[in-house]
């Protein structure tokens, strides 16, 4: 008798949300909107219903801030080389059968970009 699911084994997913661009500068940027709705969530307990446009988030700051660094970042904001290995060496680290991303992009174009990268980094893994 197989698992739930017909699977063989039981399956471990890890997920991590984040901005991934072509660099590190442009995914600094799309993840703006990301950090001000958490930083309104986490400081003042104002849950936004979608993520603000990105100059009203520059504005918030008043400055594009950097992303958070470290083994274990809460959000993964960078260019496609270091999203791309952060996500492989997590999967391997954890020893996950799968590595979810789920980009906090607030423009649909750039999120679909963001997505398209990866897939085509990592698609076959």
């Known amino acids: 008798a197989g698992h739930a699911g017909g ?3 039981p399956q471990v997913l890890v997920a991590i949300m984040g901005a991934v661009a072509e660099t590190q500068e442009e995914a600094d940027l799309l993840a703006m909107p990301m950090r001000m709705a958490n930083d309104l969530r986490r400081n003042k307990g104002v849950f936004l219903p979608h993520l603000p446009d990105l100059a009203t988030a520059i504005a918030h700051f008043g400055e594009v801030i950097p992303p958070e660094s470290g083994p274990a970042p809460k959000y993964l904001v960078g260019g496609i080389d ?15 059968d799968e590595v979810l991303f789920r980009p906090m992009v607030a423009a649909p174009a750039q999120k679909l970009a963001g997505v398209e990268l990866l897939c085509a980094r990592l698609g076959g893994q």
């Open 7 to 9: 699977c063989d084994a």
């Open 82 to 96: 270091r999203v791309a290995a952060h996500l492989q060496a997590l999967g391997d680290r954890l020893q996950v």
